[in-house]
């Protein structure tokens, strides 16, 4: 799995939100694009036109899961090199 770059998805991100869209991570959470919080985007992509809510219910639960798949593909290149 590729962690989407924050800058791969700001432009997409603005046309949504300029036709009445929403783009956040899986959990809900608004995307950070200040650089605070680093290049990548580690909580997915979910970009709706309607009822946003009602995907996040659903999705957000996925988050955890892509986070602990991250930890552990990390851990395996440390113990890998």
Request: glycine share 12%; net charge positive; aromatic share 4%.
């Amino acid at each position: 799995m590729t962690l989407i770059k924050k800058w791969d998805i700001c432009a997409g991100a603005a046309i949504l939100r300029a036709l009445g869209g929403r783009l956040t991570t899986l959990s809900g959470s608004e995307v950070d694009y200040s650089g605070r919080s680093g290049p990548r985007n580690e909580g997915g992509v979910l970009a709706t036109m309607h009822d946003h809510q009602a995907y996040v219910d659903v999705l957000g639960k996925e988050e955890v899961d892509v986070r602990r798949y991250n930890k552990e593909k990390k851990k395996k290149k440390k113990t890998a090199r």
